[in-house]
């Protein structure tokens, strides 16, 4: 309160000085302009009545001349007019001016002795005049002289006018500048200034429901907002975890698994032993935009799952560097920490040029194995020389790996996934200390379709160098087991799940990959925000359905929106009711099948629209872009069902964080029986995406669900994702990784 008395005093201050520095200088200037104009009409008027005195003036009678006086009395402002002989005595004088004023003689007696007019003011008792004399001459010399006097009173009267105006300008402005700076000052610097210090109070006092989020309207206070945001967040990470650890104490081993709890099982279990991450796609990816390096994260499951898992444990991953300013952030070893608002681990990125991206990545990666493991009705293409690039990029990531291990003796190595399939041997051919795990995120096939590889042989060998192999279910090792049976010269111990190839034995086992949870996104979207959100996509139905894919023919998109078409023609009172958002983020788009796909996306969304839009309303909205993690969020937590339809799906983590996200326990999922999460997202309603029928049924069913049975299976989904988040999912990658070795 007293610094904003002190400022508005300043203020006040500073205006007063303003106002009374512009008053003086008006005042100056009106009063200077005042006096002359009456110095002219009084030189006009004495020259006139000059003309009328002087002629004989010597010869004229007093009378006469006290009746010319007389005549001129009473004229606006003319205070009265006075004649004198050459010894400044008086001959006539009006009746209105004393007689005998010396201020009046000194007047005429300069004007005749300098032969000229000549003016001041004087007083008159209290009356302000201007005096002004002229000589008057006969053909010789000076006679005598014409005096006349105007009331200069008016000037002081207009100069106090302009003070008095002004200063009750002051007046006003200043009570207005004042009473505007409190409503600014409280509005922009004390509301938001009160609201942080609320949250940052409750946040303290263990409240986490308080948010920050009002105070984001204020564009002076948004970056503040951010950082106290993250502030808040850490210090509610900090509490959860100290709970949680005093708890792990007390509570059996399988209770909630949190980044905290993961952190001091690695301490305990790997004893100082550092986690080196492998993979293709790395975690941030920063980029150019219109002058300004930024970053965003990937729509990826991978890097989804991974990510929070690195945070926990801190270490190195290694990537792909793809982002066009990727180059520019990394120090001399092509290293950066992140995440870039909070470091917590090293990402080391891989250049790789763009024939090798073309044929390793593009090229067997994905129009090879990626179609061989998916059961998505897309014929595989192998070329040889995509394949070449294939071994040499898997080279270049295991000597970067090489280096960065080399002087650990018993590091732990996780490769993750189907582009990396030959480093586990590339790597423990040349460091047989370190413990290498290998994750495949993707189905494994039967051994009929995998037989097809060419290089079927190479691929299953590189993945035999890893001590232990997870995939997301057990079938997926079923077929891995019978495919290395089929294809190469080993021992199988089906006890034991293990493959021994030559002097080197490695185990196969699912784990099935999960994500963060609680996932930091906890507020439920409030009304309000729901409303903003539909509106900006014109948006105003009551019944909203989300689909939420990178743009991959195995994703199953066109039999959703086949699925919304026999929905809306099956149950046609929910058409104006019900919209379907599908955000479909660009993936893989050197890959002409995947441009036709995307292509083919539009084009059936806009079939479906046109049939059955109507003036107001359209059934499907495509958003065709990449959403962050936190946009995404707000689409999951106003969506009424969220629609799952991969035909054919590792896990679909998709599934996992609507229900995640889902903390108010509404809203259906609807679930692929093609996915690895349809195995323990029970609740869901499972369907398969080739039926149309079925689909549209569930959806019918999702909207038509009692808020009581919504919130039972969706508390039950999330106890499931809650008990085996990812950092479970890590620690029994790491568990058993340790026991290996
Ligand atoms: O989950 C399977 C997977 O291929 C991951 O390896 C990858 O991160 C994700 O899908 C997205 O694909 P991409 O990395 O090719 O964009």
């Given at each position: ?232 967040r850490s210090?509610m990470d900090a509490r959860i975890s100290a709970s949680e650890e005093a708890r792990l104490r007390?509570e059996k081993l399988d209770s909630p698994w949190t980044a905290e709890r993961l952190k001091e099982f690695i301490k305990e279990t790997l004893k100082g032993r550092t986690i080196f991450m ?5 975690p ?18 991978l890097a989804t799952a991974i990510e929070p898992v690195m945070r926990s444990c801190g270490g190195v991953w ?21 995440p870039?608002?909070e470091?917590k681990y ?66 732990i190595?996780l490769?993750q ?20 795990g290998?994750f ?28 232990l192999?997870g ?40 784990f099935p990959i999960s994500i963060a949870f609680p996932n930091g ?135 996992k964080?609507?229900?995640a ?60 994702i809650k008990n085996y988040n990812v950092y479970r999912w890590s620690a029994e990658l790491l568990k058993t990784i340790a026991d290996?070795?």
């Open positions: 309160m007293k610094q904003i008395l002190v400022t508005i005093l300043i203020i006040v201050a500073v205006i007063a000085l303003i106002v009374i520095a512009f008053t003086i200088n008006q005042v100056g200037q009106e009063e200077q302009r005042m006096k002359t104009d009456l110095q002219y009409r009084s030189t006009l008027l004495a020259e006139s009545l000059k003309e009328t005195v002087e002629p004989n003036f010597i010869n004229k009678s007093e009378n006469y001349l006290q009746n010319v006086v007389e005549k001129f009395t009473d004229k606006e402002r003319f205070a009265g007019l006075g004649i004198y002989d050459n010894k400044t005595k008086v001959i006539a004088v009006s009746s209105t001016i004393p007689e005998a004023t010396s201020a009046a003689q000194e007047v005429v007696a300069n004007a005749m002795d300098a032969d000229k007019a000549n003016g001041d003011f004087a007083k008159f008792g209290s009356r302000k005049v201007y005096l002004l004399a002229v000589p008057l001459h006969d053909d010789k010399s000076v006679v005598g002289a014409l005096m006349v006097a105007q009331n200069a009173g008016y000037i002081d009267d207009r100069l106090n006018e302009i003070w008095k105006n002004n200063l009750i300008r002051l007046l006003i402005q200043a009570s207005l500048l004042s009473f505007a700076t409190i409503l600014l000052i409280r509005w922009i610097i004390y509301e938001p200034i009160r609201g942080l210090v609320e949250t940052l109070r409750l946040a303290r006092m263990g409240n986490e429901g308080q948010s920050t989020k009002g105070l984001t309207n204020s564009l002076f206070f948004r970056p503040l907002v951010k950082e106290i945001s993250n502030i808040k210090l007390l492998v993979s293709n796609r790395e941030y990816i920063h980029i150019k935009n219109r002058g300004k390096i930024e970053f965003y994260f990937p729509a990826s499951g290694i990537a792909h560097g793809s982002g066009d300013a990727d180059r520019l952030v990394v120090d001399n070893s092509n290293k950066i920490n992140v870039p608002d470091p090293t990402l080391r990125r891989i250049w790789l040029t763009e024939e090798e991206e073309t044929g390793y990545y593009y090229g067997f990666s994905n129009e090879g194995l990626w179609p061989i493991c998916h059961i998505a009705h897309n014929r595989p293409t192998f070329r040889k020389e995509d394949w070449e690039k294939y071994v040499s990029v898997n080279q270049k990531f295991a000597d970067t790996v090489l280096s960065e291990i080399k002087n650990h003796d018993r590091p190595v490769i996934d189907f582009q990396l399939a030959l480093v586990p041997r590339m790597v423990k051919a040349e460091h047989p200390g370190a413990v290498i290998l495949w995120h993707i189905p494994w096939p039967n051994p009929e379709s995998f037989s097809i590889c060419p290089w079927k042989k190479e691929i299953l060998e590189g993945m035999l160098g890893a001590d192999i995939f997301q279910t057990q079938l997926y090792c079923n077929n891995f087991i019978e495919t290395v049976g089929r294809e190469l010269e080993s021992l199988i111990d089906f006890e034991r799940f293990a493959i021994t190839k030559g002097s080197h034995t490695s185990y196969i086992k699912p996104f906890d507020e439920t979207e409030n009304q309000d925000g729901k409303e903003k959100l539909l509106k900006s996509l014109g948006i105003k139905t009551k019944y909203i359905g989300l689909g939420i894919d990178r743009l991959d023919y195995t994703k199953g998109i066109l039999e959703r929106l086949k699925a919304i078409e026999i929905f809306l023609n099956k149950y046609p009172s929910y058409r104006e009711n019900f919209t379907f958002i599908q955000i479909a983020a660009p993936s893989r788009t050197k890959i002409q099948k995947y441009r036709d796909f995307a292509i083919e996306v539009e084009e059936e969304t806009n079939r479906i629209n046109s049939l059955l839009k109507t003036k107001s309303w359209k059934p499907i909205v495509l958003l065709g872009k990449h959403h962050s993690h936190e946009e995404i969020q707000r689409f999951y937590r106003l969506a009424d069902f969220c629609l799952v339809t991969s035909l054919h799906d590792g896990m679909n983590l998709v599934a964080e609507y229900v996200s889902r903390s108010d326990e509404k809203g259906v999922l609807i679930l692929s029986q093609y996915t690895g999460a349809s195995r323990e997202l029970k609740d869901a309603l499972i369907v398969n995406p080739y039926n149309g029928e079925q689909t549209a049924n569930a959806i019918k069913e999702a909207l038509q669900m009692t808020t009581k049975k919504q919130t039972k299976r969706m508390h039950d989904m999330r106890e499931i290996l070795g």
